[in-house]
């Protein structure tokens, strides 16, 4: 009977090892680690060692590039590219312009912003694709509702807007939530 070279199924172990090369800040190998964003590359002498970067550096998401469009930052051509979020406008020359704009058109529902009183509540969605309000003003202004707003004034503590909430009006504000009359 012949005996095994158990050394053949190690042989892949070298080879994956230094598929990424060596970290530039330990010279330790690097590894494919994962994450709950998902796969990276980083050092295999973490928590010693924290380097790690993106497994795909710039990955060339450029669907098609926009004919006559101009980067207002650059002035290079924008292009249709897809994102972890989906589908958006960029500049074409990134990464070095970081020029971004929404495909999607944001409903105005002309309700003016309760927080700053300068913005208005448009619609947006995120990632999932539900539905919610929050102000144009963002990123100044972080106020965001759930449900449809109304112009109108709470009767109990008078917040500036109200929900549309299963059929009733509700005050917008999480702490009162009175239901109007």
């Known amino acids: 009977m012949s005996k095994i070279d158990h050394s053949l199924f190690h042989a892949d172990h070298h080879a994956l090892q230094q598929a990424f090369g060596d970290c530039p800040q330990c010279a330790a190998p690097l590894q494919l680690k994962r994450s709950k964003k998902g ?28 004919d006559g469009s101009h980067c207002p930052e650059c002035d290079a051509p924008l292009a249709i590219k897809k994102g972890r979020y989906g589908l958006f406008i960029g500049c074409s020359r990134f990464p ?5 704009e929404s495909i999607k058109t944001q409903d105005d529902t002309q309700v003016n912003c309760p927080v700053c009183k300068n913005g208005h509540l448009v619609k947006r969605a995120n990632k999932y694709g539900k539905s919610f309000y929050a102000c144009n003003g963002y990123p100044a202004c972080k106020f965001l509702m759930n449900h449809t707003p109304i112009s109108g004034v709470c009767q109990k503590c008078g917040f500036g807007v109200l929900e549309k909430r299963g059929g009733k009006l509700r005050c917008a504000d999480k702490r009162c939530q009175h239901v109007q009359e």
Do not use: A, Q
């Not at 796969?39 to 926009?66: M, N, T």
């Not at 070095?96 to 971004?100: K, L, R, S």
């Open 39 to 66: 796969p990276f590359i980083g050092c295999s002498r973490y928590p010693e060692c924290d380097f790690s970067k993106p497994l795909h550096e710039h990955e060339d998401s450029l669907i098609k590039v926009i």
């Open 96 to 100: 070095d312009c970081h020029h971004i």
